[in-house]
């Protein structure tokens, strides 16, 4: 699956058995995101049963995309049970980045 920008810039990319499915967001492993395309934000948010996020704006071409993707760096270890698997790190997408197969 894929994580792409209107333009077709890919953002992250990896196997659909490799990605993470939390609350109709798909998650992709770190190692498929293009670290190049993300600068992390100063935006916090707290979720009560999977912990603290850290936002991303994406690079498309030279805008700067606000906070379109997030992570949980180090999510509440009680979550991974109902995940299914520990999710540390794993980034998902929000608006102007659309998953795709």
Not at 73 to 99: H, L, M, N
């Amino acid at each position: 699956m894929k994580a792409v920008l209107s333009d077709g810039t890919v953002v992250a990319e990896a196997p659909k058995d490799e990605l993470i499915s939390i609350e109709g967001n798909w998650y992709f492993p770190p190692a498929s995101v293009n670290d190049e395309l993300f600068e992390e934000s100063p935006t916090q948010y707290h979720c009560p049963w999977k912990g603290d996020t850290q936002y991303f704006s994406v690079k498309d071409g030279e805008t700067l995309l606000q906070d379109r993707a997030w992570s949980y760096p180090t999510p509440i270890p009680a979550s991974f049970d109902r995940v299914g698997k520990d999710y540390s790190g794993y980034v998902a997408f929000w608006k102007d980045v659309q998953v795709v197969e």
